[in-house]
T-cell receptor, first 114, second 110 residues
Framework: ETGVTQSPTHLIKTRGQQVTLRCSSQ?????VSWYQQALGQGPQFIFQ???????GRGNFPPRFSGLQFPNYSSELNVNALELDDSALYLC?????????????FGPGTRLTVL | QKEVEQDPGPLSVPEGAIVSLNCTYS??????FMWYRQYSRKGPELLMY????GNKEDGRFTAQVDKSSKYISLFIRDSQPSDSATYLC??????????FGAGTQVVVTP
């Protein structure tokens, strides 16, 4: 186990709704990254937070937003859900802010948009 | 063209065989190379991490990097049914953003 937890495990929403996914990093890990993994694909980088500030973003629209809190927890918020947002959402934490730093993944939240 | 290409499989091998997995990439700036294992409905688990060209061995796993050919490999010796999973290659040139392949599904049959 990596010590990274995510909630909820599964979630079903309808198109147009908003969703908040949560992640709890390992204690002492200042960096959290969020990834979207569509069925049969590798994870795609959404964004990363370091000490509560966004630091790097992938090719995702602004309706994907996040927050990081001082207690090593973080949130991914998605507004105006679309059918293509159905995926496994993974968070990953790492202890340092270094190039190539090892990232430890949580089990993911599976989001289904109907 | 994707930055990282990986054959999705499935790759089916008998127990005890060597599993050979590979990825090619196009971005010569990639410096750090990883292999993750992902069981169904679980998050990716880090298996191997390499920085330079050459081989790195850890138990039954060997990771190989050839930067001149932009090619990385993972070999699993004495494969077991418990090795059945999806194997993802990942790489990065900068802080934080991992670029993943699509993953190869491996099935080890008893």
């Amino acid at each position: 186990e990596t010590g990274v937890t995510q909630s909820p495990t599964h979630l079903i929403k309808t198109r147009g709704q908003q969703v908040t996914l949560r992640c709890s990093s390992q204690s002492g890990h200042n960096t959290v990254s969020w990834y979207q993994q569509a069925l049969g694909q590798g994870p795609q980088f959404i964004f990363q937070y370091y000490r509560e500030e966004e630091n790097g973003r992938g090719n995702f629209p602004p309706r994907f937003s996040g927050l990081q809190f001082p207690n090593y927890s973080s949130e991914l918020n998605v507004n105006a859900l679309e059918l293509d947002d159905s995926a496994l959402y993974l968070c990953a934490s790492s202890p340092y802010r270094e190039v190539g730093d090892t990232q430890y993944f949580g089990p993911g939240t599976r989001l289904t948009v109907l | 063209q994707k930055e990282v290409e990986q054959d999705p499989g499935p790759l089916s091998v008998p127990e005890g065989a060597i599993v050979s997995l590979n990825c090619t990439y196009s971005n010569s700036a990639f410096q750090y190379f990883m292999w993750y294992r992902q069981y169904s409905r679980k998050g990716p688990e880090l298996l191997m991490y390499t920085y330079s060209s050459g081989n790195k061995e850890d138990g039954r796993f060997t990771a190989q990097v050839d930067k001149s050919s932009k090619y990385i490999s993972l070999f699993i010796r004495d494969s077991q049914p418990s090795d059945s999973a999806t194997y993802l290659c990942a790489m990065t040139d900068s802080w934080g953003k991992l670029q993943f392949g699509a993953g190869t599904q491996v099935v080890v049959t008893p």
